[in-house]
């Protein structure tokens, strides 16, 4: 499907930032417009992870699927800001269901529920999620207790960030202009998912997984997901998807090995 690509400075800086190993604040585990169709910070390096968490090696990498037909996504119908409208020279389209012809499933957050011993320290660099077009950028993304999350507005018109948590503490800062300061939180306590929306915007929506460690990642454009840096042991994997829930599965993984969990939903 055709999606408009809006490229936002942020998100240009963050490549090249990246792309020149600088240290700059990272964009969030799913990036819908990386180039080549990669997200940049995939589930390789999930948002926050260090390369060696604690100097462990196990991997648990898969693939979603989606069983059946994808429903056809819904335009997102913005004439009621124009701001919103002229920002878009091509159909902008709900993210609810994103799967390709070959049903791989995007946007689905994998994070390992149960198994992981031992703390493991907030990274101190920031998740960024990005209001572009009138759009979040990522939809779906993943974030350690207590990283600092940094909202932005590029967008030359209103948004309010409305956060709706329940075992977290809810808010909703309003945005007026790309020229407003970033709003900078975090979410003290571990949540599957944490619902952010726009009041101004009904269309916009995105969630956060909100995790103790570092051991999440999100589906990318191919279904694929890796989470690394594990300890050896036995683990519950679970996937959440925002319209088809979750599924959880055991695995159990050694130092240095790679073990591969794949997910199926079946399309409603
Ligand atoms: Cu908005």
Redesign the pocket.
């Known amino acids: 499907m055709e999606r408009s690509r809006m490229w936002s400075p942020l998100l240009i800086a963050t490549l090249i930032a990246i792309g020149c190993g600088g240290g700059k604040p990272q964009e969030a585990s799913a990036t819908p417009d990386a180039p080549e169709g990669r997200p940049v910070q995939v589930a390789e390096a999930p948002a926050g992870a260090q390369p060696a968490v604690g100097g462990s090696s196990a991997v648990i990498q898969g693939t979603v699927t989606l069983d059946g037909q994808a429903p056809k996504p819904a335009t997102l119908k913005m004439s009621a800001d124009p701001v919103c409208q002229q920002a878009h020279s091509s159909p902008v389209y709900a993210e609810d269901v994103v799967a390709s012809a070959q049903g791989q499933l995007k946007n689905v957050f994998v994070y390992v529920k149960d198994g992981v011993s031992g703390t493991y320290p907030a990274p101190a660099t920031p998740v960024m999620l990005d209001?572009n077009g009138?759009v979040y950028k990522p939809h779906v993304f993943g974030i350690q207790v207590n990283q600092p999350l940094e909202v932005a507005n590029s967008d030359p018109t209103a948004?309010n960030v409305n956060a709706k948590p329940t075992a977290n503490t809810p808010f909703n800062t309003a945005q007026p202009s790309n020229k407003a300061p970033k709003v900078k939180k975090a979410f003290a306590k571990p949540e599957v998912m944490v619902k952010f929306k726009?009041n101004?915007?009904p269309w916009?929506s995105a969630y956060a997984g909100v995790v103790a460690h570092p051991f999440f990642g999100v589906s990318g454009d191919d279904g694929s997901f890796t989470i690394s840096g594990l300890p050896a042991g036995t683990y519950t994997v679970e996937a959440w998807h925002e319209k088809y829930g979750t599924q959880t599965q055991s695995v159990t993984v050694g130092d240095g090995e790679s073990e591969s969990v794949n997910f199926t939903f079946k399309a409603q």
Request: proline fraction near 0%; include cysteine.
């Open positions: 209001q009138c948004h726009c101004i915007h916009m």
